[in-house]
């Protein structure tokens, strides 16, 4: 980031990640074995922090932020700005499903 954060003022930064655009773009393949024994945290991916909490209570959505991380948004490492999330990080598996067999047929 070259010592400059571009999205200060976002109301969830102290749990809020950025995905890596590109690799969200063209995922990398790391072996399990290299990742096994690391701590684990839980992202909550999703277009908005409204979206994401939906229908949770407020000690619900207070647990999410004590065991992890928010992810509304990604982030271009070459031009250094904020993208949005790509849909297979936020869209339930049902509904991608759905949306490929609607562009397949047009």
């Known amino acids: 980031m070259r ?3 571009p999205l200060n003022g976002t109301y969830f930064q102290v749990n809020e ?8 773009l063209h995922p990398m393949d790391i072996p399990r ?3 096994w024994n690391m ?4 992202v ?5 922090i409204p ?3 939906k229908g949770l209570s407020t000690e619900g ?3 999410c932020f004590w065991r992890g ?14 993208r949005p999330l790509i849909a297979r990080l936020h869209f339930p598996a049902s509904k991608l499903g759905r949306e490929k067999r609607k562009t397949s047929a047009n």
């Open 51 to 53: 979206t994401i909490f």
């Open 39 to 42: 701590p684990r945290r839980t």
């Open 69 to 82: 991380f928010v992810c509304i948004r990604g982030f271009d490492r070459k031009t250094r700005a904020p």
């Open 3 to 5: 010592g400059s954060f």
């Open 33 to 35: 074995e290299l990742l």
């Open 17 to 24: 990640v950025f995905s890596d655009h590109e690799s969200s």
């Open 61 to 63: 959505i207070q647990y």
């Open 44 to 48: 909550y991916f999703g277009t908005s």
